[in-house]
T-cell receptor, first 113, second 110 residues
Framework: GAVVSQHPSWVICKSGTSVKIECRSL??????MFWYRQFPKQSLMLMAT?????????EQGVEKDKFLINHASLTLSTLTVTSAHPEDSSFYIC?????????FGPGTRLTVL | RKEVEQDPGPFNVPEGATVAFNCTYS??????FFWYRQDCRKEPKLLMS???SGNEDGRFTAQLNRASQYISLLIRDSKLSDSATYLC???????????FGAGTTVTVRA
């Protein structure tokens, strides 16, 4: 399958700080990437669709000013969690489409103290 | 009603057994369906895509029932390594967005 990487794989930060997560497609170009969040024992919840060269589209209930998405190239999308709080602690996963199927990055585990 | 629902399990089965479970979806316009496998604290990995009535890959068989709006996954000759959470995902439009179920946990014991 296609290879998608994420960095960092885990991060611990203080409340009020911002955290940037990178998602890269390593062996293909991706005009569209997706950002998900997964809380323990729950399913993946789509947060937003990242579109290369244009604004991201956010799902209902997801604050676009808090979760900043930038998709500046065909292989890189970034998610910045601004002014993180403990309730933002979660597993953040990106995916990309080399074709019709989504392949996921390894995820970033965020813990906000 | 949730868009995609799964029996959470857990399904505890002995090695060599057959296990099957379903995933129901609410949107009749859903067009494509996927089964992903997720190991603890890892990302989902694509197991199988289902675009028509079903798909088979080795010991894994997926069936789609559009009339009753569910897809199933059957695992034959279970291996210890099949222990995981199986996520059902459904796409309802042309935008490639997926709605996920909460997953079905399968534990294969020796």
């Amino acid at each position: 399958g296609a290879v998608v990487s994420q960095h960092p794989s885990w991060v611990i930060c203080k409340s009020g700080t911002s955290v940037k997560i990178e998602c890269r497609s390593l062996d293909f170009q991706a005009t569209t990437m997706f950002w998900y969040r997964q809380f323990p024992k729950q399913s993946l919840m789509l947060m937003a669709t990242s579109n290369e060269g244009s604004k991201a589209t956010y799902e209902q209930g997801v604050e676009k000013d808090k979760f900043l998405i930038n998709h500046a190239s065909l292989t890189l999308s970034t998610l910045t969690v601004t002014s993180a709080h403990p309730e933002d602690s979660s597993f953040y996963i990106c995916s990309a489409l080399p074709g019709n199927e989504q392949f996921f990055g390894p995820g970033t585990r965020l813990t906000v103290l | 009603r949730k868009e995609v629902e799964q029996d959470p399990g857990p399904f505890n089965v002995p090695e060599g057994a057959t296990v099957a479970f379903n995933c129901t979806y609410s949107n009749s316009a859903s067009q494509s369906f996927f089964w992903y496998r997720q190991d603890c604290r890892k990302e989902p990995k694509l197991l199988m895509s289902v675009y028509s009535s079903g798909n088979e890959d080795g010991r894994f068989t997926a069936q789609l029932n559009r009339a009753s709006q569910y897809i199933s996954l059957l695992i034959r000759d279970s291996k210890l390594s099949d222990s995981a959470t199986y996520l059902c995902a459904v796409n309802t439009g042309n935008d490639y967005k997926l709605s996920f179920g909460a997953g079905t946990t399968v534990t294969v014991r020796a």
